[in-house]
């Protein structure tokens, strides 16, 4: 399948850095929008990173049928490695969950943890399931 084209090298290289750039860009965009919104920059983040969840769900869904090699199609370095990588930040939820550690408001913390592992798990399923016959 000609979609299914595995890329090495400058090629890979070029690939996710237009998608990084493109998903820091929506990030700090969005998070600029969600602000106004949430009283708390980490509701922000979670958000970010749940739309980010759901995005990969119907990316791979998409794309499963390149499961063996899926992370070095030109497709999945653009989208998946770049472009949502860059999105959702592993360490900006670290560093926020860090610092509601510090803070010791640790109902907040359980919270977040369950809201952002639980809904990132059921955000994929269900951007996964999108992709996908039901009667299936």
């Given amino acids: 399948m000609s979609e299914c084209i595995h890329l090495r090298g400058f090629s890979a290289f070029f690939l996710v850095s237009i998608g990084a750039i493109t998903g820091a860009s929506l ?7 969600l ?3 949430f009283q708390t920059r980490y509701l922000s983040t979670l958000s970010i990173n749940l739309l980010a969840s759901f ?9 499963e049928h390149c499961y063996s090699n899926f992370f ?18 592993f360490s900006t939820f670290i560093f926020e969950f860090y610092e509601i550690l510090f803070l010791r408001k640790f109902k907040h913390l359980g919270l977040l943890f369950l809201a ?5 798990l059921m955000a994929i399923r269900f951007g996964y399931m999108l992709t996908h016959d039901p009667v299936n």
């Fill in 27 to 33: 990030r700090v965009w969005l998070a600029s929008i």
């Fill in 55 to 63: 995005l990969l769900g119907l990316t791979y869904g998409s794309y």
């Fill in 116 to 120: 952002s592992v639980l809904g990132g």
């Fill in 72 to 89: 070095i199609t030109p497709f999945a370095l653009l989208i998946v490695v770049g472009f949502l990588g860059s999105l959702s930040t």
């Fill in 35 to 37: 602000k106004l919104f």
